[in-house]
């Protein structure tokens, strides 16, 4: 198992913005799907964005179209999630996700390999 190493959650106000980031080591996926999923608490866990491999195509859930942004830095191995316009229904603990494919998919079953995941919390 490659390991996937997310950080930057934290709390955070209404309104506000945080930068995830997803660190692969001992391998490059910059030709590989990723993507970050949440598990909101009482609930499964639900995709929140994808990017292909190659060309880097990107997709977002409905509930995070706009203010979420999924990019990655291949010269580095990392993907970052940057997320504003924080709600409190963004609380979750979010995870990244990649697989042995350069085609994504929004179905977690799809993935091969996953972070811890990293807490984040709005406030009100």
């Known amino acids: 198992q490659v390991p996937l190493v997310e950080s930057g959650g934290g709390l955070v106000q209404t309104g506000g913005s945080l930068r995830l980031s997803c660190e692969a080591s001992?391998?490059?996926?910059?030709?590989?799907?990723m993507a970050w999923f949440r598990q909101r608490p009482g609930k499964e866990r639900e995709f929140v964005a994808f990017i292909s491999g190659l060309g880097g195509s990107t997709f977002y859930a409905d509930s995070v179209q706009g203010r979420f942004t999924l990019f990655r830095d291949n010269v580095n191995n990392i993907l970052y999630l940057q997320m504003n316009s924080l709600k409190p229904d963004d609380t979750a603990v979010y995870y990244c996700?990649?697989?042995?494919?350069?085609?994504?998919?929004?179905?977690?079953?799809?993935?091969?390999?996953w972070g811890q995941g990293t807490q984040v919390t709005v406030s009100s």
């Open positions: 996700a990649a697989r042995e494919s350069d085609i994504a998919t929004i179905g977690d079953w799809g993935y091969d390999y």
């Open positions: 001992g391998r490059t996926f910059s030709d590989n799907a």
